[in-house]
């Protein structure tokens, strides 16, 4: 049986994933070195490691004890904006750290890898929806930190050495991820104030978290003149993960692969459907355009589709905000146990 090593494994989408392959039998080797993540978010059950992916001699002892033989590896930092502010800060972790990772991966025998890139590769794509084989021209540094990599391991899988095989991998290019599991206990967690991805931010104008947001920029070349985007539900994410470590298992080659649904909602379409499953209403001003954010990105899927037996569950944006309010409800009444806001007894 594949033992897996999951890496960021405590933060939003690995402990969705870490859900699933302990609920699926999977054996599970989580790394995390706790900047994001949280402990708690992960099973009991789980083989849990506090620590740097850059630590080849940790990860080559976690190789093994556990004797791993496949890699999925989400431990990163995720803002874009960020990136721009501090892009020496997302080279060390997401591109140095990467190689030391693979690296230490590859010389203790592992030869499959399911990696966590993401749609920031493309751009500022000219056609949409946006198939893998569109031009990559990143314009952030997170952008670039995710293709370099992806060029890392091409390049480590290309590399065949005598007596060994090779490294196999799949590339999961993310768009945006978004909601939260729907029997709820997981989902996506921030710093009061820090949280940035859009469906959150609005959740939290919804339960009062914060007294309002802000858009973005409302005069791109869109239909309502605000960015457009791909929101993808994390366990259908999270289920694409297991899809490509079987994929791998049964010999399939190389791959990079979309995961979004091939369907687009701009910033005001979300705020909207916050505000309608939420029954909140909250201040909403236009505020300038954030540096790095292209106009429109859109996933064309059916390499995904084509590649594995994936079905989305998810589908619906509806479901996507109703799961993450309902979750930053729960965070909510955690905060405040004593103090039930109308929000949250509304989410039930
Ligand atoms: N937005 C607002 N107000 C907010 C937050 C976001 O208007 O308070 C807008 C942004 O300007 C952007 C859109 O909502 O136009 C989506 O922004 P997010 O921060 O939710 O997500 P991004 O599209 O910037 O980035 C996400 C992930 C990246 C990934 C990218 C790929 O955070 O890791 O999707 O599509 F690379």
């Known amino acids: 049986m594949n033992r897996v090593l999951v890496t960021g494994a405590a933060g939003y989408i690995g402990s ?8 699926a ?13 949280r402990r708690a978010t992960l099973p009991a059950t789980l083989a849990f490691v506090e620590g740097d992916i850059a630590d080849r001699d940790l990860v080559a002892q976690i190789i093994r004890e556990h004797r791993i033989d496949a890699l999925v590896h989400l431990a990163a930092h995720v803002q874009v904006a960020e990136s721009v502010a501090r ?3 997302y080279h060390r972790n997401n591109v140095l750290g990467a190689l030391n990772l693979l690296q230490a991966c590859i010389d203790g025998g592992v030869t499959r890898a399911v990696f966590s890139s993401s749609a920031a590769v493309y751009g500022a794509p000219t056609r949409s929806p946006v198939a893998e ?5 990143p314009i952030n540094p997170y952008g670039a930190g995710k293709l370099f990599v992806e060029w890392m391991l091409r390049d480590l899988a290309g590399a065949t050495m005598a007596g060994r095989a090779p490294l196999r991998f799949v590339a999961l290019r993310y768009f945006n991820v978004a909601g939260a599991r729907a029997g709820g206990g997981l989902g996506q967690v921030a710093a009061p104030g820090k949280a940035t991805h859009l469906i959150k931010v609005a959740c ?9 947001m802000e858009v973005f920029g409302a005069d791109y070349p869109t239909a309502d003149g605000t960015c457009v985007r791909d929101f993808i539900h994390v366990d259908d994410l999270a289920a694409a993960h297991i899809g490509a470590l079987d994929y791998l298992a049964n010999g399939g080659g190389n791959a990079t692969l979309n995961c979004g649904y091939g369907r687009g909602h ?7 459907c916050v505000k309608a499953v939420s029954g909140a209403d909250f201040p909403v001003t236009v505020a300038a355009r954030r540096p790095g954010d292209p106009p429109e990105l859109v996933a064309d899927n059916a390499a995904l589709r084509r590649a594995f037996d994936w079905t989305p569950q998810h589908d619906d944006l509806e479901a996507i905000c109703r799961s993450a309010y309902q979750w930053e409800c729960q965070l909510a ?3 405040q146990p004593s103090q039930r ?8």
């Open 16 to 23: 969705h994933l870490s859900a699933q392959l302990v609920a």
């Open 25 to 37: 039998g999977r054996r599970v080797v989580a790394l995390d070195d706790l900047s994001a993540g």
């Open 87 to 89: 892009p020496g800060k």
């Open 133 to 137: 084989t569109a031009p990559t021209i």
């Open 204 to 212: 939290e104008a919804a339960t009062g978290a914060r007294p309002g």
């Open 266 to 272: 701009s910033v005001r379409d979300v705020i909207a």
């Open 333 to 335: 009444e955690r905060a």
């Open 341 to 348: 806001s109308p929000a949250a007894a509304r989410a039930g």
